[in-house]
């Protein structure tokens, strides 16, 4: 069965770097994807905008293709949003269909921060995508429960339903939504860092903007 992968993320907002490194990992791996956004985020300070503006900027952003789908179940969840806990739900509804769990470089460098982390790897493979700045060198308990899991070809992944790792080089996009969130605080327009739809529509980035002074 052709492996589903997932990639979850605050997208607070949804930005072009997301976009891009997403559909290419979903090309390399032959695999449609699952945007999962997160609900509480456990490891980081709340997201801006709320989870229904947040969802209604993903619904614009996925407009007009079918690779990507929204998956909308950790908004919905109460509590902190665990990603182990989605796997396995994940997991009880897919059976053996290999799944990927695709992390930016820097959200895979900390997953020893994660809950039920050393978990994963029974669930999913993962799938790193690289990002512009961050280093090669991982944390020493992480590279020791990664041991022989490197597989070099995309393909090696449909062959089981979890347990393996791949490096997926894409687009480098130095774009991050911190840097976009301070623009838009700032009075900026970063028109060609986010999806066009979200400028058609003044009220999906109004959380970002500061109140005029009076
Ligand atoms: P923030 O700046 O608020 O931390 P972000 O731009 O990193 O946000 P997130 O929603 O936190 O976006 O990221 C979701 C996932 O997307 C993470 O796995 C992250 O590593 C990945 N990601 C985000 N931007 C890029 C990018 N430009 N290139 C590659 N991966 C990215």
Redesign the pocket.
Known sequence: MRALAI??????P??L??L???WEASELLDAPVLMMPSGMPPH?PPPIASAPQRLAMLQVALRGQSRLSLDARELVRSGPSYTVDTLVELRAEHGDRPLVL???????AGLPGWHGWRGLFELVHIGV????GEQASLPDELQQEIGNRWVANPAALQSVPAGRLVALS?T??????????ELLAAGREPRYQLPAGLFDQPELLAPYRLPAPK
């Open positions: 990639f979850g993320g605050t997208f607070d949804i930005h770097g997301h891009c490194v997403v980081r695709l992390l930016g470089a820097d959200a895979f995508l690289s990002r512009p894409v480098s996009l130095e774009i991050s939504a911190t840097r976009i969130r």
